[in-house]
């Protein structure tokens, strides 16, 4: 019976062991950066332990003699370690999302869900605003952020309180048609966007979401937005 039980002894006293570590290591770091640290799992790559705070994943041993912010390839497969893992760690859960502060547009049967976090300063946005109005059967939730310019704020508080939010989205990011409304309704939305996206690391426009949680940033090309909402389950 002990040497049944053995084997299961020693695999819980080395989890003891590896979660004892990985606090201590999350103390250590915290001390360091003055930051706080998300999560911290052991690499199985040279004895560094990752380390994902601030919305970024650095590595460090286990006394802190290094720390390092790049990307991790895995030497045998060529994989992008740190990438692969950022999504992973990047990911939300959709359905947290508070909807209400988005500008929402449907498109044919709406199946198909995205959410993005703009400002209406961005040219990267743009780019990507005249892209997506090629989709088709697609619910679109933009969050306003404005993050970029001085009057980022001022012209997401004028499409907030214009009659047509989408509308007025729409011509100021696809045509330059300037704003009219007066952004002097009740903006709370925009100013909960800001705090959501601080809540949510992020540090660029566009940043995309899709309802499987996954984030992309940055303007990424149609195709692969297409290929994406084919990839995961609809509404």
Known sequence: MLNKLLPFALAAILSLTALADEASVKKAVEAKLGTKVSSVAKSPYLGLYEIYADGQILYTDEKLNAIIAGTLIDGKTMKNV??????????????????????????????????????????????????????????????????LSSDSL???????????????????????????????????????TVELGRKLAITGTPTLFFIDGDRVPGAVPITQIEKKLEQTPSK
């Open 82 to 147: 740190t990438a692969e893992r950022m999504q992973k760690l990047s990911a939300i859960k959709f359905s947290d999302l508070p909807l209400e502060l988005a500008v929402k547009q449907v498109r044919g049967d709406g199946k198909r869900v995205l959410a993005s976090f703009e400002d209406p300063n961005c040219g990267y946005c743009k780019k990507l605003a005249k892209d997506i109005a090629k989709l088709d059967n697609v619910t679109l939730y933009t969050f306003l952020y404005p993050i």
């Open 154 to 192: 001022d012209k997401s508080n004028q499409v907030w309180c214009s009659s047509d939010k989408a509308k007025a989205w729409n011509e100021w990011m696809q045509e330059g048609k300037a704003l009219t409304g007066k952004g002097d309704c009740d903006t709370s939305a925009v100013q909960k």
